[in-house]
């Protein structure tokens, strides 16, 4: 097509309908060289719903077939596209998932906008990017924030805080008091003849609750609730004090409970959304939410296209075989189920008495396959918690090699076993205590947490082989996951705990006191979600072979009953006594 017809075709899409004067058209000739012109046969598949949406379709000829299969597998024609009409805004700017299936039902000619090529034109040509039309919720979803701890394949599509009436109750008191003393200090400015004081007396009292109250906003400034295309999560930061992080999968919740308490939350509504599991509730708070019914239908909506794109999926595997094994070719090899790795437990050993291996193991190490990874509690909170006896084991020793050494170059033969007794006590006390830190170290490193591509593992051991617990689960179990950074200093040296809720009779893990919670989170979140995959996909196999087999066995039985008859033979010879040219088999 010629760059005018380009153009023209482009100022038919409300996403560019403020291109239309002079400036308008010079920057849509930028987009130009970027459209490219595709033609489809009649059957072809533009995009399979399920598949991630990243580009903008225009139809120059020809019929396009819009289908989509809902969470139950039933499908709904949604109608044909023709000339003129046009889809994927969405994904041009976002890139979601398709939502429907596109198939031409006719030769059919379109011109075609990728949204990588397009975002970088938008990152160079700014003002191309304030003239696009964007509808409410395409802007909404344009301008959502992005956050490094979401997966390639993951899409954020609501990103919100708690409702500012929340806000205004945690800084009422404080911004009373500091209105109060502003109105009173005037006063007594007023009357008073000597100010110096009062205005000494007013910053003192007025700067630390003015700190409170910006303490408060940024408090609830950072607290962040997340939907996103496959989880739930919470953010939730305290300054540089602590940082929580909670997530749940989609696939885990069936229900969702709105409450709203008293006529506050119904006037400027507010509320609470209580997310519930198969027979437990989801430990993530989503309490004080703008708008709760919204969310909670976006929720439900995430819910079901999350659902409808696995059917959607699978339906085009399936379709892919049933073509290969129409053209006759040999059927793809079933896939087994991933057997599981073995359980090694290994730790960091002694390696040649270094103390610093010793001392300070490292917090991670991985498998020279990097199928498994080890992780340990880092040493630091450790140290500070075993400080009652180091401190005491340091402190005595320094004062008993300074006391000695005294005594002995001091000492006569009246005062020799007096010094010599003093020395034995003080070396079995000393000994007592480096026992008590031998024994505190080698508790503190001995446990460690171990992860595969299918399990978490959970070792506890004492010291001395004196006892060992293993607790374990199945990464599929983990209903929910969320870290908990606690203090100023864990947020400073990037330690924490690692929370993770599971399904059935294995309860809460813990990994506490862990070297980057957040990686760990993230780790786990992923390889929860990679074993699903694969799990869906071995069923999906099966379901999919023992489908074929039907299909083999039903195309063998009419052939057979399709096969001509021997003229020397008559009917009445055949086993059932006649027999039609053209059989029908019903399964």
């Known amino acids: 097509m010629e760059q005018e017809e380009i153009v023209a075709c482009l100022q038919q899409i409300p996403l560019f309908q403020n291109f239309t004067d002079r400036n308008g058209v010079l920057e849509l000739y930028r987009v130009v060289p970027l459209v490219k012109e595709v033609t489809y046969s009649a059957g072809d598949c533009l995009f399979s719903q399920g598949n991630l949406s990243d580009r903008l379709y225009y139809i120059v000829d020809g019929q396009i077939r819009l289908t989509r299969f809902d969470r139950e597998g039933q499908v709904f024609h949604l109608g044909d596209k023709g000339p003129g009409d046009f889809f994927g805004e969405t994904g041009l700017l976002v890139a979601d998932f398709h939502d429907v299936t596109a198939e031409a039902l006719a030769a059919a000619r379109v011109l075609c906008l990728e949204r990588i090529e397009f975002a970088e034109l938008l990152e160079q040509r700014p003002r191309l990017q304030r003239r696009l039309n964007l509808k409410p919720d395409l802007k909404r979803a344009y301008t959502t924030p992005r956050f490094v701890w979401l997966r390639d394949d993951e899409l954020p599509v609501f990103v919100g805080r708690r409702h500012w009436f929340h806000l205004i109750r945690r800084i009422f008191w404080p911004l009373l008091i500091l209105l109060a003393g502003a109105i009173l200090l005037i006063f007594l400015l007023d009357a008073a003849e000597s100010t110096s004081f009062l205005l000494i007396i007013g910053g003192l009292l007025g700067i630390p609750t003015s700190g409170f109250l910006a303490w408060r906003i940024w408090d609830w400034q ?131 008495g270094a103390l610093k291996d010793y001392l300070f193991p490292s917090s991670w190490s991985v498998s020279e396959d990097k199928s498994i990874i080890y992780w340990r509690r880092f040493w630091l909170p450790g140290f500070m918690l075993n400080l009652r006896v180091f401190v005491p084991f340091v402190t005595l020793a320094a004062l008993g090699v300074w006391y000695f050494s005294k005594q002995f170059g001091e000492a006569t033969e009246a005062t020799l076993t007096t010094t010599t007794f003093g020395l034995v006590l003080w070396l079995i006390a000393e000994s007592t205590l480096f026992t008590m830190l031998l024994w505190a170290i080698e508790d503190w490193r001995n446990d460690y947490f171990q992860i595969t591509p299918e399990r978490m593992i959970m070792v506890d051991r004492k010291p001395l082989l ?34 993770l809720e599971t399904a059935g009779t294995t309860g809460k893990f813990e990994l506490k006191w862990v070297r980057y919670p957040q990686k760990i989170q993230v780790e786990i979140s992923g390889r929860k979600r990679a074993l699903l995959e694969k799990q869906r996909k071995v069923a999906a196999q099966r379901r999919q072979e023992e489908l074929l087999s039907w299909f083999a066995v039903y195309d063998d039985l009419r052939k057979k009953s399709q096969a001509p008859i021997d003229s020397g033979k008559s009917a009445a010879d055949s086993p059932t006594g006649t027999m039609t040219t053209h059989g029908e088999i019903s399964l």
């Open 222 to 352: 950072n607290d962040r609730f997340v939907v996103t295309t496959q989880r739930i999560v919470h953010i939730e930061r305290q300054g540089l004090f602590r940082e929580s992080f909670e997530e749940g999968a989609l696939d885990n919740i069936q229900d969702i409970h709105e409450v709203r308490f008293g006529l506050t939350a119904n006037i400027l509504n507010f509320g609470d959304l209580i997310l519930q599991t198969a027979g437990e509730t989801v430990q993530i708070d989503l309490t004080g939410v703008p708008d709760p019914s919204y969310v909670r239908d976006l929720i439900f909506r995430e819910i079901d296209r999350h659902h409808a794109r696995q059917i959607a999926l699978m339906r085009g595997e399936i379709r892919e075989k049933l073509e290969k094994r129409l053209q006759m070719e040999p059927p793809p090899p079933i896939i087994e189920a991933l057997p599981s790795l073995s359980q090694k437990t290994s730790i960091l050993s002694l390696i040649g």
């Open 466 to 499: 004196l006892s060992e617990s293993r607790r374990e689960t199945t990464l599929d179990k983990i209903q929910n996951i969320s870290f908990d950074v606690p203090d100023i200093m864990a947020r400073f040296f990037k330690y924490g705990n690692v929370m």
